[in-house]
């Protein structure tokens, strides 16, 4: 979060959609639809990660992507944990 300039305020709702999305293992991975991480961004999302698809594996890396997704796509993860409450995604 510091390297990426995001509040501690976030800090839970970043963490809460980290469980939902991964339960916190690095480098996961879902056969069906590609998404990996922790927070599972999609193969067109790769690139977000600072070393692109070389970043899974370093969960710093993964996290650095999962927030770029989030505050690029969402503006804010309490937003974005609104979306995942009432979809099951984000």
């Known amino acids: 979060m510091l390297i990426e300039r ?3 305020t976030q800090y ?4 809460w959609l ?3 999305e991964s339960g916190g293992a690095v ?3 879902n056969s069906k639809s590609g998404a990996r991480g922790l ?3 999609l ?3 790769y690139e977000l990660n600072p ?3 070389e970043s899974f594996g370093d ?3 993964e996290c650095r992507g999962g927030i770029r997704y989030i505050l690029g796509r969402y503006h804010h993860a309490a937003s974005a944990r609104l979306v995942w409450q009432a979809n099951h995604w984000i």
């Open 27 to 29: 480098n996961l991975r």
């Open 51 to 53: 070393g692109g698809i």
């Open 12 to 15: 839970n709702d970043l963490l």
């Open 6 to 8: 995001v509040p501690l």
């Open 18 to 20: 980290m469980a939902q």
């Open 39 to 41: 927070f599972q961004l």
């Open 59 to 61: 969960a710093v890396e």
């Open 43 to 45: 193969p067109s999302q």
